[in-house]
């Protein structure tokens, strides 16, 4: 599974939700792809992100003020779910 994790280096909510996503795939196989919006504004817009931080699995997205571990846990077990059905 891949997941793309839209932010921004001055975001201080981007980087504890960098750190809780780190901690959630450190033993797994999963794999995360960072985008910097700054420089890619316009494709990420094309892409469906409306906020930052903001994770993306398929078509899904997953955004907010605060994503903490819970809810990124959540997230990407849904996913998983959602792919073996």
Not at 9 to 14: E, F, S, V
Not at 35 to 44: L, M, P, Y
Not at 52 to 63: Q, R
């Amino acid at each position: 599974m891949t997941i793309t994790f839209y932010r921004t280096a001055l975001c201080p909510r981007c980087f504890l939700a960098k750190r809780a996503l780190d901690k959630i795939v450190a033993d797994t196989d999963i794999t995360v792809e960072t985008v910097e919006i700054a420089t890619t504004a316009v494709s990420s817009w094309r892409n469906g992100i409306r906020m930052i931080p903001a994770l993306k699995i398929g078509d899904e997205i997953l955004s907010g003020v605060l994503l903490d571990e819970q809810r990124i846990r959540r997230f990407i077990d849904q996913q998983k779910e959602d792919a073996s059905a």
